[in-house]
């Protein structure tokens, strides 16, 4: 691991499991989080497969290709893992990292109908580019790829209905904020319906302008606000993701 931006984005992936085990986010072993590797062809890295997400380093990362062949380290791969980072890494070259989660409050939102409502803030910087994809079984087939890449198209998140929420980013801090404000949002909702009182939907033409707020608010920097933040609380809290 002598290249330094593999040797980066190694850490920022292995910090980004290490944070969403902070947040409570995993699911023992069972959600991923992929990076696509700088440079030809079509590498990324993944969890070595049993390992919990506190568990993650940056040099026991797993490097695969789209064949599912393992270029690097010893560890198996999770299938369902390989099927959806497989599939969106080879459709959307502009994405750089994939993550999935199986949270509570995620699962809840994506068995509703309605899927996420307009409620909250956080809600109407997520619906900004938010798709659904119909549960079709664990995902373990090939033949769910074209429908998966569909349902994404040129969106940074998906509801995957009856199983979890997926969030893509051109960066490991851009897929992580994603998540974040999008886990923010299920969480909120499903907490505003159990008070049983009538919600207030925002109107659509505030979400219109939301996404030039957004980028007032973070000063153009995006994710590049949080990230340092949240790597020195995870230096606090959970250290040696870098090793």
Known sequence: MTDPAERALRVDLAAAYRLVAMFGWDDL?????????????????????GALFEEITASSLVEVDLDGTRLSGDAPVNPAGFVIHSAIHAARPDVGCVLHTHTRSGVAVSAQRAGLLPISQQASIALGSLGYHDYEGIAVRDEEKPSLVAALGDRRALVLRNHGLLTVGASVSDAFLTMYTLEAACQIQVLAQSGGAELTQISQAVLYGVGANIRTVTKGMG????WPALLRRLERRLPGFAD
């Open 29 to 49: 072993v069972f959600t991923h989080i992929s990076a696509r590797l700088p440079g030809a062809g079509h590498r990324f890295l993944i969890n070595p497969y």
């Open 223 to 226: 994710s590049g606000l949080t």
